[in-house]
Nanobody, 115 residues
């Protein structure tokens, strides 16, 4: 099972941008991002196939966030633009090498949007 580590979180003002990184210990078949706000359940954010050919976005982030993955299929990014207060939360990266595996999850990074 791969291990993943997220980075790039922090404090930004509304309308600002952040880029999160997800470094996996090896190549992955797919990579996804979920988040959990202070009083919210886990929410799907975005998903990308290992080859980068397929992407999915939650309606709440569509048009603002861009998910990507490197050609080596071991590092992913979540570019977050036009951030709002509702984007605040802990962001988790999950990844797997085969479809029959469960995702490996990172420890999460805090993203705080405030003035």
């Amino acid at each position: 099972q791969v291990q993943v580590v997220e980075s790039g979180g922090g404090l930004v003002q509304p309308g600002g941008s952040l880029r999160l990184s997800c470094a996996a210990s090896g190549w992955v078949n797919r990579m996804s991002w979920y988040r959990q706000g202070p009083e919210k359940g886990r929410e799907f954010v975005a998903l990308i196939s290992g080859d980068g050919g397929l992407t999915n976005y939650a309606d709440s982030v569509k048009g603002r966030f861009i998910i990507s993955i490197t050609e080596t299929m071991d590092t992913g990014y979540l570019q977050m633009n036009n951030l709002t207060l509702d984007d605040t939360g802990v962001y988790y990266c999950g990844a797997r090498q085969y479809s029959w595996m469960s995702d490996s999850w990172g420890q999460g990074v805090q993203v705080t949007v405030r003035s």
